[in-house]
Nanobody, 123 residues
Framework: QVQLVESGGALVQAGDSLRLSCTASGRTFSSLIMAWFRRPPGKEREFVAAISNKAVTSFYQDSVKGRFTISRDNAKNTAYLQMNNLKPEDTAVYYC????????????????WGQGTQVTVSS
């Protein structure tokens, strides 16, 4: 069983940057495909970004391309989401997720989830 713990959420202003971290335990991290999802207020959870186990492949939601970067450090068992030029519409609870197959963009493809970290962007 994989345990995921997110950190780094905060209240920031529009245009600011923030880096989220997700530390995994319970399984060899380099075997995991990692992703970030988010749930904006009053909306469904949505895909943000995903990265393959060796960081060869990554995918992004169109609205964050060019502003967000997903990365990982397999030596630290940690995945990151660097968020630049944040906008009020980025306000959400951000979740880390892990799977061992493919690089899915659908949440049904992920078996392990963190508890979430709140990101609030004020205008």
């Amino acid at each position: 069983q994989v345990q995921l713990v997110e950190s780094g959420g905060a209240l920031v202003q529009a245009g600011d940057s923030l880096r989220l971290s997700c530390t995994a335990s319970g399984r060899t991290f380099s075997s995991l495909i990692m992703a970030w999802f988010r749930r904006p207020p009053g909306k469904e959870r949505e895909f943000v970004a995903a990265i393959s186990n060796k960081a060869v492949t990554s995918f992004y939601q169109d609205s964050v391309k060019g502003r967000f970067t997903i990365s990982r450090d397999n030596a630290k068992n940690t995945a990151y989401l660097q968020m630049n030029n944040l906008k009020p519409e980025d306000t959400a609870v951000y979740y880390c997720a892990a799977t061992t197959w493919g690089v899915p963009k659908d949440q049904s493809g992920y078996q392990s989830w963190g508890q979430g970290t709140q990101v609030t962007v004020s205008s």
